[in-house]
T-cell receptor, first 112, second 109 residues
Framework: AQSVSQHNHHVILSEAASLELGCNYS??????LFWYVQYPGQHLQLLLK??????LVKGIKGFEAEFIKSKFSFNLRKPSVQWSDTAEYFC??????????FGKGTMLLVSP | DVKVTQSSRYLVKRTGEKVFLECVQD?????MFWYRQDPGLGLRLIYF???????EKGDIPEGYSVSREKKERFSLILESASTNQTSMYLC????????FGNGTRLTVT
């Protein structure tokens, strides 16, 4: 069974700081990778996804993620966070027609 | 834009009650899913369905059942609610990526 590990449960940053959230997965074959975000009081929404091709994926709101196959990693980055980025972030993975497996989430708090 | 609608935002039920959580999607998706979300545990898959009248167990199906009589509707049933089923329940449709509803926060007292 696949597993997804998110390195940090809570991250606190000041506005304009750079962000990197770690995500590692266990499956060694072809995978699809996702980052979802849940803003306070809102539903989960897709931030970005990787299926194939360029391993550097750009998503909404200035986020990007890099797929490094040799490290089984799909870390999320943003050069300069804003207060409005305060949210919970989930990494998820599936392969073929398997269901999505989610990480436990990282709560990001950005102080103004 | 995909719309996944969960009938209740908040529910409070008593231990032992039978609870129905309803979910409707408007995009003719074949695949629908029920997850529960708990702090520090992320999202865990309860049940999913690839077609009408079809269901598959996810990672934590115990204490739950589902019903899919129509393609657009996927119901989660708690046969006899218990306090450890107090949680946020999320419905999703499509497959890759998933589209989520707003969630139902269920409290069992």
């Amino acid at each position: 069974a696949q597993s997804v590990s998110q390195h940090n449960h809570h991250v606190i940053l000041s506005e304009a700081a750079s962000l990197e959230l770690g995500c590692n997965y266990s499956y060694g074959g072809t995978v699809n990778l996702f980052w979802y975000v849940q803003y306070p009081g809102q539903h989960l929404q897709l931030l970005l996804k990787y299926f194939s091709g360029d391993p550097l994926v750009k998503g909404i709101k200035g986020f990007e993620a890099e797929f490094i196959k040799s490290k089984f990693s799909f870390n999320l980055r943003k050069p300069s966070v804003q207060w409005s980025d305060t949210a919970e972030y989930f990494c998820a993975v599936n392969s073929g027609y398997s269901t999505l497996t989610f990480g436990k989430g990282t709560m990001l708090l950005v102080s103004p | 834009d995909v719309k996944v609608t969960q009938s209740s935002r908040y529910l409070v039920k008593r231990t032992g009650e039978k609870v129905f959580l309803e979910c409707v999607q408007d995009m003719d998706h074949e695949n629908m899913f029920w997850y529960r979300q708990d702090p520090g545990l992320g999202l865990r898959l309860i049940y999913f369905s690839y077609d009408v009248k079809m269901k598959e167990k996810g990672d934590i199906p115990e204490g739950y059942s589902v019903s899919r009589e129509k393609k657009e509707r996927f119901s989660l049933i708690l046969e006899s609610a218990s306090t450890n089923q107090t949680s946020m329940y999320l419905c999703a449709s499509s497959f890759s990526p998933l589209h989520f509803g707003n969630g139902t926060r269920l409290t069992v007292t």
